[in-house]
């Protein structure tokens, strides 16, 4: 693994030892980039399943200001440190240890807002939906926001949750990505989106 692009780009991520914890691929990264951005013009990020922290790193390379990065796991939070300080972003974040709810709640209490959320729970958890209906409650969000949720193919998402709209959808195998764009001033109006299938 390493950072794809922009100000850290070639630089190698240590992985979580085991096999708990399954980081996003090069592959699905430069694509998933390339839906979102690909590059920042500053901006805050949240990656509430951090794992290697590989997301939010990439983020802040392609010119987000800072993130924070939050996983459950103590090794999980061990390799985002290295992984920070590897890109010498470690000034540009902030890590915490907790669950995802947790997190939320202690987020809402500092009022502070995202431009971008990663959304990557463990592929068991169905969770997404109900956790941006929480990110969407705390008011966590900036207006026109992007949230991106990585979850088992198999499973299926709606098109509109709260304010929250479908942008685009991915397939990768057995990995779907789906980008959601949070527009409350519009009430959730669905806009037409693309869906690509890119097992080939």
Do not use: C
């Not at 922009?6 to 030892?17: D, I, M, N, Q, Y």
């Not at 939070?77 to 709640?105: M, P, W």
């Not at 959808?169 to 890119?198: C, F, L, N």
Request: hydrophobic share 40%; glycine share 10%; proline share 5%.
């Amino acid at each position: 693994m390493r950072v794809v692009a922009g100000e850290a780009k070639g630089r190698p991520l240590k992985a979580v030892p085991g096999t708990g914890t399954r980081p996003t691929t090069d592959k699905v990264k430069e694509a998933l980039f390339s839906m979102i951005g690909p590059f920042f013009e500053g901006g805050t990020a949240l990656d509430l399943f951090a794992g290697t922290g590989g997301l939010a790193i990439e983020a802040i390379s392609r010119g987000m200001d800072r993130a924070i990065l939050v996983d459950a796991d103590a090794k999980s939070i061990e390799v985002v440190r290295a992984n920070l300080k590897a890109t010498g972003f470690e000034s540009r974040a902030e890590v915490y240890r907790n669950d995802a709810q947790r997190a939320l709640k202690a987020l809402s209490k500092r009022e502070t807002k995202f431009d971008l959320v990663f959304l990557d729970p463990p592929y068991r958890m169905k969770n997404g939906a109900e956790l941006m209906a929480t990110i969407e409650e705390y008011g966590l969000l900036e207006p026109e926001a992007t949230v991106v949720l990585e979850y088992d193919s198999s499973y299926e998402y709606p098109e509109t949750a709260g304010a929250f709209e479908l942008q685009r959808k991915a397939v990768y195998g057995e990995i779907a990505v789906s980008i959601y764009r949070w527009r409350p001033e519009t009430g959730g109006d669905s806009q037409p989106h693309e869906e690509e299938d890119s097992n080939g």
